[in-house]
């Protein structure tokens, strides 16, 4: 297992003007070696550099040559770091460290500028195939966004049902997501499917698919952030692997399969219905308990037992009935 080291660079405005006098020095090395070859010196005649420095006529090639070479070489070590990035030091196959600092900065020319895949380099082609596939040694570690696609997964119970994921990561470690997996981008996309499919089929998709437990029960559709935090917890111990950080977690779409939707609709209807009818029952109970006690208390009526019967049964059928109820007038007594 691989772990960052933070190393810190040199800062890169004093590189950058070095470098703009070397090439300033090899351009005035040029014009005047082009003029004292115009003329008929020899290769032993001094050249006065800036009426200040002697130099020999046949050196001065050399010297322009290496003032251009130490340029191009400085000017190689120069790179930028924007906020949210990092750069990944490799030199020779080593890491070296990661570079956090921000700006324009200058670390050894020799640091690899970019990192290549380990896939196919066996053998020739495989070489160039990886070489295409080279990724720069800066990487971003700002939060990035992975919209899943909508899966079809058997919930705890085996219903299929459809469901989606957002993930908002970023990169921790970089020498983890680097050196210890091939693709970490790759690794992430396939390890939040994984993950979804896994806590989708550890919990049911609503409280009325297990009668066994209680309604306190977490389930998929109910639990929003109970969900959400164990989809998270899954990512996270998954993830650590290749450095990822997860920031959330959460479902963007869940659905019961077309297959089954019809059926639990009609289930969820049935549910909704008995929940309604529960609730007209036991209001009509107890208006109907009210309406005795009190016709009883007040001497309006005296019942029997055989009366009350009579009673609660109509008032049941007209406060429980789906359908208006007609009244029938009886011109007799009520015995009749």
């Known amino acids: 297992m691989s772990t960052e080291k933070i190393i810190h660079s040199k800062s890169g405005w004093l590189m950058c003007g070095i470098c703009i006098v070397l090439f300033a020095l090899a ?5 005047t070696l082009m003029t004292t070859l115009g003329g008929s010196h020899s290769s032993r005649a001094t050249v006065y550099l800036l009426g200040i420095v002697s130099i020999r006529l046949s ?5 322009l040559a290496a003032c251009f070479v130490v340029g191009i070489f400085c000017m190689s070590g120069l790179f930028s770091l924007q906020p949210g990035q990092a750069r990944v030091c490799v030199l020779f196959g080593k890491y070296v460290g990661t570079i956090r600092d921000e700006g324009l900065r200058w670390a050894n020319p ?5 990192l290549g895949n380990s896939s196919g380099a066996g053998d020739l082609a495989g070489s160039f195939i990886a070489s295409a596939r080279n990724r720069t040694s800066v990487i971003s570690t700002r939060a990035r966004t992975l919209n899943g696609e909508v899966l079809k997964v058997n919930d705890r119970m085996g219903n299929p049902i459809e469901i989606a994921e957002v993930v908002v990561w970023r990169v921790d470690d970089t020498a983890k997501a ?5 693709d970490y981008e790759s690794y992430v996309n ?14 049911n998709y609503d409280h009325m698919e297990d009668e066994s437990e209680s309604s306190s029960a977490i389930t998929l559709r109910s639990n929003i952030e109970e969900i959400s935090e164990a989809l998270k917890a899954e990512l996270s111990r998954n993830l650590s692997v290749a450095g990822i950080s997860v920031d959330d977690a959460r479902l963007t779409h869940l659905s019961y399969s077309p297959e089954i939707a019809q059926a639990m609709l009609r289930r969820q209807q049935a549910e909704a219905i008995i929940a309604a009818r529960k609730k007209i029952v036991e209001g009509a109970v107890s208006m109907v308990e009210m309406a005795l006690k009190q016709l009883s208390e007040n001497g309006v009526v ?3 037992d055989d009366r009350k019967a009579v009673m609660a049964s109509n008032l ?3 406060l429980c009935g789906e359908s208006e109820a007609q009244p029938v ?3 007799g007594s009520l015995q009749q």
């Open 59 to 63: 050196v001065l090639p050399v010297v």
């Open 302 to 304: 005296d019942f029997d």
């Open 316 to 318: 049941m059928v007209v």
């Open 190 to 203: 396939m390890t939040a499917e994984t993950a979804l499919r896994h806590v989708a089929s550890i919990y």
């Open 110 to 114: 020799f640091y690899a500028k970019s």
């Open 178 to 182: 680097v050196f210890d997996v091939d």
């Open 27 to 31: 351009a005035y090395l040029f014009v």
């Open 329 to 331: 007038l009886n011109t």
